[in-house]
């Protein structure tokens, strides 16, 4: 009996982390949409598909890392990255956990490129106030989620995360004061896609019990 209900509670925190956001609908970062996605279906990610993801990934991480004078936010980035690309070729990992990592790096990854074009754009357009401070509220609400997700992930660098998503967010607002609104929702979608990545790494380490035997 006991058992049984070891078991029930860690479905229900799984399925309770999966659901914590439907449909991505009011993520900040859901409205650029994820590159390369397939369906993203668990179930969808057969060896040549893995395989596709791994060589996306792998020729967007180049891109990324050959950019002139990276920032330290990117640096850090690029490191994690590359770190969840190895975690995702281990034969361990299954296609729940396969499909959730790519969704991490690809967050990542993507916050990096925000982050560079943001240091390009530093244009006064009073035209997007508005606009930019409805996506900002969204971007505050996803960061404040992020010390959470660092907390379930088993990330030896969870409180850097944290930190860098946080930064960014702050850095976001500055530009919003400076009438800044293009650069400020771009370093504010950095900061909701590291808190993204952090959800889909938290929902990796997750791990399903073996059904109980009876007896």
Not at 23 to 42: L, T, V
Not at 46 to 56: I, V, Y
């Amino acid at each position: 009996m006991l058992q049984m209900i070891w078991v029930v509670k860690a479905v229900v925190a799984v399925l309770a982390l999966a659901s914590a956001f439907p449909g991505n609908a009011m993520q900040p970062e859901a409205r650029h949409g994820q590159r390369g996605q397939r369906g993203y279906d668990s179930r969808d990610w057969t060896e040549g598909r893995k395989q596709e993801g791994l060589e996306f990934l792998a020729k967007v991480y180049d891109q990324r890392v050959k950019q002139p004078e990276p920032g330290p936010e990117n640096i850090f980035l690029h490191m994690r990255a590359s770190e969840l690309i190895d975690r995702m070729k281990q034969p361990q990992a299954n296609n729940f956990q396969f499909d959730r990592l790519f969704r991490a790096t690809d967050s990542l990854l993507r916050a990096s490129e925000r982050i560079m074009q943001a240091r390009k754009n530093g244009s006064i357009d009073d035209d997007e106030r508005r606009d930019a401070a409805l996506f900002l509220q969204r971007c505050y609400f996803r960061v404040q989620q992020a010390e959470y997700f660092a907390g379930v992930s088993g990330e030896k660098e969870a409180k850097q995360y944290v930190s860098h998503t946080r930064g960014l967010y702050q850095q976001a607002r500055s530009a919003y004061d400076a009438h800044q609104y293009s650069k400020a929702r771009m370093l504010g979608d950095a900061s909701s896609l590291i808190a993204a990545a952090l959800e889909n790494i938290a929902q990796a380490s997750l791990r399903i019990p073996d059904p109980p035997i009876i007896k």
